[in-house]
């Protein structure tokens, strides 16, 4: 566990030339007034107008924000404590100093960008025995004992969801600043995460990188879809056309799979059309890539369970024979079997486990249930950092604003140094790459259900018992859960009644 202060590479940092990009951006997220934010208008004091001239271009690099100008914290400190059990210093505080590490070096920048612009004296705090089965009794523990140490947390979607109702986070959608409007914020995510439709305590956006890391998609072997079907990039077109949807994936992998060792079975001998980590998480992003809508909020701005869905049986039996057809092996590890299969799946972080591949590979979002669909969900992973501003923060609106500042900050440098590295896509203008990275980058998702399944009886993950049983009858398992999910539900907010009013 260590603490670290940010001057202390401003020496080394003013020696440096800049060595990203300017990129476009071309992300929409919903208005912030329909949000309930009050964000300043341009026309106000205060607001950095000038921050770019009129004659410059916007680019992503410059893209302004809505922040004040004359936001001024005279050297206040602003301590930000992260869960680090799965070491993700490298793309919050950067490390140590400048090592010529493209994303390390840029998340340094971007935090001292964001130091000098406020006056702050921004430290972090690495809590390295935090991981998605302990950081509820940390984050708990501070809270309960009114400790004011940290100005933020960050911690893993698991823990933090089943701390939602204990009264431990402010509220932000009463504080300034925040202008969910802009495309540094992951606002459909954050919305599906509110228990009360007047209530958001979870935050994630650009700052937050590992809802990029933790994001599921489909990768697939280039050189084999070359060989099986012709230029890799039709492949890409299917899927910006919109028609990349389950029955297309299921039909690629029937045609890719030839049994080689003649034995009628599937087994890593053969030529394969997907491999999957077990039926497991990477089931997950199924049960949810077909923008169906398992809640919605009543008249009261409480959840609605709505599991009983036609749609929902369609999605179940299509997902539950990609994993079960002739073709699909499942595996107890999660290696690319290098020119053997077409298609596996995984989190984007995983690309760089590709990094020594003889055969190139592409990645893909997950497959529409039908091309009728608008838009494609890509599911995150459950160890996903969420933001959230403790209760015992001194000062809320000052840590709304550098969160506002760090969030756009990373939008316009870190986050497309990450993808260059990462994926080894250089961001730019071409079809290939940045219509897919934004395609992906726009469609991240998750819902209630899932954030919140380990206090609702594992209902948001059926889908695993499903694939795993070779069993289409979902309305069956959803009922045999529904009494149980209904009652724990209730019991949330019990607990937030009580919590708000002990």
């Not at 202390?8 to 929409?28: D, F, K, Y």
């Not at 106000?44 to 809505?66: F, K, L």
């Not at 230029?231 to 899927?239: E, G, H, M």
């Not at 998480?281 to 077909?290: A, R």
Request: aromatic letters at 10%; proline letters at 4%; glycine letters at 6%.
């Amino acid at each position: 566990m260590k603490r670290r202060h940010l001057s202390e590479t401003l020496a080394m940092l003013l020696a440096v030339l800049m060595i990203l990009p300017s990129l476009t951006a071309c992300s929409e997220t919903p208005n912030a007034e329909e949000a309930g934010q009050t964000v300043p208008s341009a026309d106000e004091p205060g607001i950095a107008e000038e921050a770019v001239p009129e004659e410059t271009e916007i680019t992503r690099e410059n893209v302004p924000d809505t922040l004040p100008s004359d936001l001024d914290y005279s050297g206040k400190t602003f301590t930000i404590y992260y869960s680090n059990g799965f070491n993700w210093t490298e793309l919050i505080e950067g490390g140590e100093e400048l090592t010529g590490e493209v994303v390390a070096d840029a998340v340094i920048e971007s935090n001292l960008s964001v130091a000098e612009r406020l006056n702050i004296d921004l430290q972090f705090f690495a809590e390295n025995t935090g991981n998605y089965g302990t950081i509820a009794s940390l984050v708990s523990n501070l809270i309960m004992a009114n400790d004011s140490t940290f100005d933020v947390y960050l911690g893993e979607q698991y823990g933090l969801a089943q701390t939602a109702t204990k009264g431990y986070y402010r509220n932000v959608l009463e504080l300034p600043y925040l202008d969910f409007e802009q495309p540094w914020w992951n606002t459909t995510f954050m919305e599906n995460l509110q228990i009360t439709s007047d209530n958001r305590m979870f935050l994630t956006g650009d700052f937050n990188l590992t809802t990029l890391c933790q994001l599921f998609v489909q990768y697939f072997n280039k050189n084999l879809y070359n060989d099986l079907f012709g230029n890799p990039d039709d492949l890409y077109s299917l899927v910006l056309e919109g028609k990349w949807t389950l029955d297309a994936m299921s039909e690629k992998i029937e045609a890719a799979y030839i049994d080689l060792n003649g034995d009628g079975q599937t087994d890593p001998e053969d030529q394969l059309g997907y491999v999957a980590y077990q039926t497991y998480s990477t089931v997950d992003p199924f049960m949810y890539c077909g923008d169906i809508p398992y809640t919605s909020f009543g008249e009261d701005g409480r959840v609605v369970l709505n599991m009983n869905q036609e749609r929902a049986v369609t999605l179940t039996e299509k997902v539950v024979k990609l994993f079960n057809q002739k073709g699909t092996y499942k595996v107890d590890t999660s290696p690319f079997p290098v020119g053997k299969a077409l298609f596996c799946n995984g989190l984007l972080r995983g690309a760089r486990d590709f990094r020594d591949m003889t055969d190139d590979f592409g990645f893909l979002p997950s497959p529409k249930l039908d091309e009728t669909q608008e838009s494609y969900q890509n599911l995150v992973g459950d160890c996903v950092l969420f933001t959230v501003i403790p209760v015992t923060c001194a000062d809320a609106e000052m840590a709304a604003a550098v969160l506002e500042a760090l969030n756009a900050q990373t939008y316009r440098t870190v986050t497309p140094a990450w993808y260059e590295v990462t994926l080894k896509m250089k961001y730019s203008r071409d079809m290939i790459s940045a219509d897919i990275i934004d395609l992906i980058h726009d469609s991240i998702y998750t819902s209630f259900l899932f954030a919140y399944s380990p206090v609702l009886s594992q209902m948001g993950q059926v889908m695993r018992d499903l694939v795993t049983n070779n069993n289409t009858d979902y309305m069956s398992l959803v009922k045999s859960k529904e009494k149980a999910s209904q009652k724990m539900l209730e019991r949330m907010y019990k607990d937030i009644a009580e919590s708000q009013n002990p």
